[in-house]
């Protein structure tokens, strides 16, 4: 009955098995399936990306409907720096990430002030206003026309971009991996446990001698980082950088897939992203100008039945549900 | 040790606290009584900076902490205990300990090891678990937990973060009689050298434990002494325990009698 402190702890961050059987078969995804390799890259860099807000969003508590300013920023860098700079993907990638993250640390001093309703206000603001600055820089960003002209170089200099997105895919994945990895750590880790103190009561978590809003400001930064990868993979992988990447609904579509996932737990994202992904390419091509009403019906049903009823179809009718 | 002058603060037009003065040498064990409304509360909250005086100063160590952000004031050794519990509802009692003993020790920057892979960390948290009673349910999400075990955490929490100076705001309320006794007996345990300041109702606790007592009325310091002088003051009586009657420290003084007033 009696357990040490150190395995319970230890417990709940050991690596499940089916988590390496779960990423072997994403890896392995593009060849399984490689007439599905553009969905499957496409997957991987939202779900990359959903799981940068779940950061913020789901593990710290602070709100944003503006995710999408760094999944911008990261995305026009990548792009830009492979048509001014060099050609060369991962570099590319890292330089990215880095001017996001340093979008991030400018936002994270506005974020720490204000309510709940400011910080939806301020994120979303800070996201148009950078959709509009790539807009009014034509000269450098193409304006309304895109960015084009982007010829990305091959991965490690042998793996070209194909047309059917085999290598992108496997690259998205590779990075969204490598990162998911890096997250994992981090939330199970004493300082993500501060976090999540901080999302849990501020007030006590100052008491206990956690600097708050240092906290509050890393973990922006390292998000905003994580979704420049996200839009850098975006830019990358199409060769293209257009203005819809700062668009209100990729940051409202993350929102949707940490609902219909779950926040505060990594493979939510990941889950919400292959739901979302999927629904809305099996209805689009179905009812190519309808589809939006059965992804809200299906939210407005995922909401009110709750997300731990809808995937136990036995607790629908009669009985109790035994949570 | 803690050494608070002349505090005011100000709401608006309300005096939450008036000129209140307040001195703790190391290893005190005093005691802050005063009717509901007397400012008790909100003179913690300034002595740990969650709210800002509009007047006076606050020294710790001889060190000018008035403007010193909360978390700050904890590294230098100032703890307190929170009247409502102030929890972190979705995590365990063992995460909890284990984070705020992780960010005492100094590794709450760490984010590549797992919150368990610190030894010293783990074996403190068995060691506060085990004091507290917390053992069994320490892997229960906290607001799954009985008033009582909250609680305990709620102190637990504090003397996690060993603590030079404790403040403890009503720590015993709510706590079920059996482990009231134990509770102030941990608090009573602590090494001499710590000093402790605590808030309560109950006369009995109140006069077993403090060496020193302010009364504290309508926010100002109404009278400060050992607890004799503070049984035996007339005015503490009149504003305070509301009769006239001559009064014992301790023994006739009861919990039942100061909550009626």
């Known amino acids: ?118 910080r939806l206000m301020v994120t979303l603001a800070m996201s148009l206003i950078l959709m509009e600055l790539a807009n009014k820089l034509d000269w450098l960003t193409g304006g309304t026309d895109g960015l084009q002209g982007v010829v990305m170089g091959p991965l490690l200099g042998r793996f070209e971009f194909d047309l059917w997105g085999k290598t992108a895919a496997s690259y998205s994945l590779s990075v969204t991996l490598l990162l998911f990895i890096q997250m994992r750590r981090l939330v199970n880790s004493p300082f993500g446990a501060t976090l999540m103190a901080i999302r849990d009561n501020r007030l006590r978590a100052m008491a206990i001698g956690i600097p708050v809003n240092l906290r509050l400001a890393t973990i922006y930064i390292f998000s905003a980082g994580i979704a420049g990868a996200a839009g850098a993979l975006l830019a990358q992988t199409s060769a293209f950088a257009s203005l819809d990447v700062f668009a209100f609904d990729r940051s409202a579509d993350i929102l949707l897939i940490l609902v219909i996932g779950g926040a505060g737990w990594l493979y939510g994202g990941i889950t919400g992203a292959i739901v979302f992904k999927l629904m809305q390419d099996i209805l689009s091509s179905i009812t190519p100008q309808y589809w939006t009403f059965w992804v809200g019906l299906f939210l407005v049903i995922l909401v009110l039945a709750g997300r731990e009823r809808l995937i136990r179809p036995w607790t629908w009718f009669g009985g109790t549900s035994h949570k | 040790m803690l050494s608070a002058q002349g505090l005011v603060k100000r709401f608006g037009g309300i005096t939450a606290t008036n000129n209140v003065t307040l001195n703790l040498c190391r290893g005190a064990r005093h005691a802050l009584i005063g009717p509901n409304g007397a400012g008790k509360t909100t003179l913690i909250n300034l002595l740990t900076g969650v709210l800002d005086p509009t007047e006076g100063r606050i020294m710790l160590d001889g060190h000018d902490i008035t403007t010193m952000a909360p978390h700050q004031r904890v590294k230098r050794g100032m703890v307190r205990t929170f009247q409502i519990n102030q929890l972190f509802d979705t995590l365990t009692p063992l995460q909890t300990l284990a984070l705020t003993v992780s960010q005492y020790y100094g590794y709450g920057l760490q984010w590549w090891r797992p919150l368990g892979g610190n030894r010293d960390v783990t074996e403190r ?137």
């Not at chain 2, 309560?200 to 002494?225: P, Q, Y």
């Open chain 2, 125 to 261: 948290c068995d060691q506060l678990l085990e004091q507290f009673h917390l053992s069994e349910v320490m892997n229960q999400p906290t607001h799954e937990l009985a008033y009582g075990k909250r609680r305990l955490l709620e102190i637990a929490i504090a003397l996690a973060c060993e603590p030079r100076v404790l403040l403890l705001d009503e720590p015993v309320a709510g706590v079920p009689a059996g482990e009231r006794e134990e509770l102030l007996h941990t608090v009573a345990a602590l090494p001499a050298d710590v000093s402790v300041l605590l808030i309560e109702h109950d006369m009995d606790l109140v006069f077993n434990f403090a060496k020193r007592m302010t009364v504290m009325v309508n926010g100002a310091v109404l009278i400060e002494g050992d607890p004799d002088t503070i049984a035996n003051d007339p005015q503490v009586k009149a504003v305070y325990l509301g009769t006239g009657e001559e009064v014992g420290p301790a023994d006739e003084i009861t919990g039942a009698e100061a909550h009626r007033v």
């Open chain 1, 1 to 118: 009955m009696k357990q040490s402190a150190q395995a319970s702890l230890l417990r709940s961050s050991r690596l499940k098995l089916w988590e390496p059987a779960f990423w072997l078969i994403a890896m392995a995804s593009p060849w399984l399936l490689s007439s599905q390799a553009l969905i499957i890259n496409e997957i991987a860099i939202v779900a990359l990306f959903a799981i940068s807000l779940d950061m913020i969003l789901g593990y710290t508590g602070i709100v944003s409907l503006g995710h999408a300013a760094f999944l911008g920023m990261g995305a026009y860098s990548a792009a830009l720096f492979a048509k001014l700079v060099m050609p060369d993907p991962l570099v590319g990638l890292l330089f990215a990430m880095f001017v996001s993250s340093l979008l991030g640390a400018i936002c994270s001093l506005m974020i720490l002030r204000g309510s709940d309703l400011t």
